[in-house]
């Protein structure tokens, strides 16, 4: 295939995921961020207002990197984390539809993220222009179980949901 297609579908999917990320946190503060914190500790992710800054900055940051093809690797792995995150905590228990508010939406963003660590960024990118060739199925191992890790951890820390809001597993 030539090489120019390939980077041309590169800086798309990382235009995509990227700045539809980035737009998301934006959001998050144009909205309001105090509700969006109120929501946070509604679905039992505590202290709500901190969360509501961290997830808001961490997708604008992770957004832009993703569409610059900066580090790539390690913004697909804080991308990801996020997306696990909202899957779980917003998402879990209405299925998987996204037509229902499911987890549907999150997961393909996660997947195209840990696509692009597996692919890397391309050509068109801030990476390629600094020399970092960060790529490959390692990359894309690390940046999995990563996403998932911090994820986990980050629940297993805050997550704190009144008992009659848990769902049955």
Known sequence: ???????????????????????????????????????????????????????????????????????????????????IVAGWVGHRKNGFFIIKDGWEYVFVLAAGAASLALLGPGSWSLDNALGLTWSGRGWFLLTVLSGVGSAVALLACFYRPKADEVPPA
């Open 1 to 83: 295939m030539d090489q120019n297609a390939i980077d041309l579908g590169l800086l798309i999917l990382r235009l995509v995921l990227g700045v539809t990320l980035a737009l998301h946190g934006v959001a998050k503060y144009r909205g309001g961020i105090a509700g969006v914190g109120r929501w946070f500790d509604s679905e039992g992710l505590r202290p709500g207002i901190l969360h509501a800054h961290l997830a808001a900055s961490s997708e604008v940051v992770f957004g832009c990197a993703i569409a610059a093809g900066l580090m790539t690797p390690l913004a697909c792995t804080g991308y990801m984390g996020v997306m």
